[in-house]
């Protein structure tokens, strides 16, 4: 994942330019090492640099947190995507015992 995606996200090609990595160096025993942590702060700042240009524009949609732990931020993400995470959440709570229909309530920094 980090091979192919790296070299097609702004933020990620840029910092890989500059500090001399290659991608293909960059793996689950390293990347701590390699890639800084990214704040919220700096997602808001350069939203658009974190897009990856191997996506297609009509593709992409936005989204917003809450804001519960502070201000809301918006994410970027394709509708594949989305639709991803909630067939993953769907999964979480059959695995919980909640079947598709029954009421329940789910707080997760949603506003109601």
């Not at 990347?31 to 593709?59: C, G, H, M, N, W």
């Not at 502070?70 to 979480?92: E, M, S, V, W």
């Not at 059959?94 to 229909?101: C, D, F, M, P, T």
Request: glycine share 4%; net charge positive; hydrophobic share 35%.
């Amino acid at each position: 994942m980090v091979t192919n995606s790296l070299p097609h996200v702004p933020f990620y090609k840029d910092l890989l330019s500059k500090k001399s990595i290659d991608a293909a160096e960059i793996n689950l025993d390293n990347y701590t090492s390699k890639l800084p942590v990214i704040s919220k702060e700096l997602l808001r700042s350069r939203t658009t640099d974190f897009i990856s240009t191997a996506e297609q524009p009509f593709r992409i949609i936005h989204i917003n947190t809450s804001g519960t732990s502070g201000t809301p931020l918006t994410i970027t993400t394709t509708t594949d995507t989305l639709q991803q995470n909630y067939a993953f959440f769907n999964r979480y709570l059959n695995w919980a015992g909640v079947q598709y229909g029954d009421k329940c309530a789910t707080f997760a920094g949603r506003v109601f």
